[in-house]
């Protein structure tokens, strides 16, 4: 259809240049996350077509402002795209092999994937160690956040995640059929992550996604305690990326989260 009719194309895709690995990475993570839609998960921007020039042709979106029952649909679904699962903690999408990539598209980072038994050793290994090794002088507190977590003290006995993976508001879109994913880098954790992402920089009606997402997920009362150690995905990400503030902020959530 795109061949005889080009113009078609521009009209229903948008053109994105994400060339080599990276590309491929991004087209593998929203294969995954387009098959859990199709069991009732969220939507996405999925990936009509690439090309040898390295675009990815991804649906289109038309914009829409969000209301209350969109945010609370797009809870429910986000927690049915998370029970879609994972090979392990720390496993790529299906089919994919090696490390992924995280962070803004200028300053790609690697992900170093890796299967784990445990959420809490996965968090340790591939997520929080690499992301302080690339902060200098690190963040204090990681060392013993990291022993913490290795031992097991933040394990809850839920099965891996079929996570977005960089869910701040920037990759949540919103059309007039709802919520719709884009940018993920997706791999098995643990569903609180993607909620710990959206706390960072907010959403729209943040408080009626997380209700609706806690209801279909099933999460025990206190849940919400749990989000800083959540949060420190993104808060090591931008320390390893921007340094900064973030550096500050990430230690003194380790130091909360060290209380719990």
Same mark, same amino acid.
């Given at each position: 259809m795109f061949t005889t009719f080009p113009h078609l194309v521009e009209a229903t895709t948008f053109k994105k240049h994400n060339p080599g690995r990276p590309g491929a990475w991004e087209q593998s993570c929203l294969d995954w996350l387009h098959d859990a839609a199709g069991h009732g998960g969220v939507p996405v921007a999925g990936v009509r077509a690439r090309t040898?020039?390295?675009?990815?042709?991804?649906?289109?979106?038309?914009?829409?402002?969000?209301?209350?029952?969109?945010? &609370? &649909?797009? @809870?429910?679904?986000?927690?049915?795209? +998370? /029970?879609?699962?994972?090979?392990?903690?720390?496993?790529?999408? /299906?089919?994919? +092999?090696?490390?992924? =990539?995280? @962070?803004p598209n200028d300053s790609l980072l690697e992900l170093p994937l890796a299967p784990h038994p445990t959420w809490g050793s996965?968090? *340790?290994?591939?997520?929080?160690?690499?992301? /302080?090794?690339?902060? $200098?002088?690190?963040?204090?507190?990681?060392?013993?956040?990291? #022993?913490?977590?290795?031992?097991?003290?933040?394990?809850?006995?839920?099965? $891996?995640?079929?996570?977005?993976?960089?869910?701040?508001?920037?990759?949540?879109?919103?059309? $007039?059929?709802?919520a719709v994913l884009i940018d993920p880098s997706s791999h098995g954790g643990h569903g609180l992550t993607d909620l710990g992402f959206l706390s960072m920089f907010g959403a729209p009606h943040l408080d009626r996604i997380f209700d609706a997402y *806690? #209801? *279909?997920? #099933?999460?025990?009362?206190?849940?919400? &305690?749990?989000?800083?150690? !959540?949060?420190?995905?993104?808060? =090591?990400? !931008?320390?390893?990326?921007?340094?900064?503030? =973030?550096?500050? #902020?990430?230690?003194?959530?380790?130091?909360?989260?060290l209380s719990l």
């Open positions: 040898d020039a390295g675009n990815l042709l991804l649906r289109r979106v038309t914009s829409a402002r969000p209301d209350a029952p969109a945010a &609370e &649909e797009f @809870g429910r679904r986000l927690a049915v795209t +998370h /029970a879609s699962g994972a090979a392990s903690f720390g496993s790529g999408p /299906a089919g994919w +092999h090696g490390p992924g =990539y995280q @962070g996965y968090y *340790a290994d591939v997520v929080l160690a690499p992301l /302080a090794h690339r902060v $200098p002088g690190g963040i204090r507190g990681t060392d013993l956040l990291l #022993e913490r977590l290795t031992m097991g003290d933040f394990d809850d006995g839920r099965p $891996p995640a079929r996570l977005h993976g960089d869910l701040w508001s920037g990759n949540l879109m919103w059309s $007039p059929q709802g *806690a #209801e *279909a997920a #099933e999460l025990p009362s206190g849940w919400r &305690e749990l989000l800083p150690l !959540h949060r420190l995905h993104v808060l =090591y990400l !931008h320390a390893a990326v921007f340094g900064g503030g =973030y550096v500050a #902020e990430a230690a003194s959530t380790v130091r909360h989260v």
